[in-house]
């Protein structure tokens, strides 16, 4: 049979037969066509499959609130020598039962008697705090505090941190975090629900100031008490007075620590600097040291940890 014109111009080289085109080529067009219009209409996808904004809508939470009782029903205090009441009631000696925390003296009302009431406060509440204890020692008595399962652990550290023979002496910062932090968690491995208190450090400064006024208060300095800040009391030159600064930045650098970890614990307040601003003078100090609070500055700091306990909202 002869081969008509067509089928030679539709013959492939080398004789083969007409070339035929394969149909798997238009269904790849078809299908790249469509994934393009799937993939504009899904918007841009994160590598597993899902839209990075979305998943952020969803899962994102607000942050949890603090947890915080007013009324609690039993107390535990740690800290020095200001919460066991020292040289209040007489010389060189503990007088618990004036601290502005656990006292049931009728004159403080310390914030335990204001809570718990007079009758309950020898049953529930606990003073673990010690004379001349630094942050170091805070966490043994965390531990101590924690055995009770106190629904509030009051907090006053810090002071003898700063207070030493000498400026070099004092308590690094990193170190006084390290402790408080370490104090923290052993509360919370024992108390999980227990709340705490965390009153800032004195101003020191101000003590030097309203002390050295005083000629018996000047005396009993060059005893030794608080050397780094109330050393040579009366000495105005430039070394001075850059050593009583430098103290100064160390109770506030000591401050900013308290708030800090405060902040990251859930039942934890901190009293937002009250007694570190406090404008206390002679009367609220103690007629044998002019360091320590008086029964009537015990009464002060009281007044001010009643005060940010019960409160509806934290000190700012």
């Given amino acids: 049979m002869q081969e008509s014109p067509q089928d030679r ?17 238009s269904v790849a067009a078809s299908c790249a066509g469509l994934l393009v219009g799937v993939v504009a209409l899904a918007g841009c996808t994160s590598s597993d499959g899902t839209d990075p904004d979305w998943t952020k809508a969803k ?41 502005w925390s656990t006292g049931s003296d009728d004159q403080v009302r310390s914030l335990a008697v204001r809570l718990l009431g007079k009758p309950a406060v020898a049953e529930n509440s606990w003073n673990y705090a010690r004379t001349g204890a ?12 924690a055995t009770h399962k106190p629904d509030l652990v009051t907090v006053m550290m810090g002071a003898n941190d700063a207070c030493k023979d000498e400026v070099a002496l004092m308590t690094p910062v990193d170190e006084f975090r390290a402790s408080f932090e370490d104090s923290m968690r052993r509360l919370r ?8 208190y965390v009153a800032s450090v004195p101003d020191l400064k101000r003590l030097w100031s309203e002390g050295r006024e005083n000629p018996l208060g000047r005396q ?16 105005m030159d430039a070394a001075a007075q850059k050593r009583r600064s ?41 007629a044998w040291d002019w360091f320590h609070p008086s029964k009537n500055g015990q009464g002060k700091l009281a007044d001010i940890a009643y005060r940010n306990v019960v409160a509806a909202n934290p000190p700012a």
């Fill in 220 to 235: 009993i300095w060059k005893l030794g008490i608080c050397s780094s800040m109330l050393g040579d009391s009366q000495d």
């Fill in 189 to 196: 491995a024992q108390a999980p629900k227990t709340q705490v």
């Fill in 134 to 145: 630094t942050v170091g020692d805070l966490g043994r008595q965390m531990s101590k505090a």
């Fill in 59 to 99: 899962t994102s939470q607000p942050p949890p609130k603090p947890v915080w009782d007013r009324s609690p029903t039993s107390i535990a205090a740690v800290g020095d020598s200001i919460t066991r009441g020292f040289d209040a009631c007489g010389v060189l000696s503990d007088c618990p039962e004036v601290s």
């Fill in 9 to 25: 111009a539709g013959r492939r080289p080398g004789g083969h037969g007409p070339r035929r085109r394969k149909p798997y080529a």
């Fill in 246 to 286: 430098t103290v100064q930045a160390r109770v506030v650098a000591y401050n900013t620590v308290l708030k800090d970890v405060c902040a990251k614990d859930l039942r934890c307040r901190y009293d937002g600097g009250a007694v570190f601003d406090y404008r206390f003078t002679g009367d609220q100090l103690s």
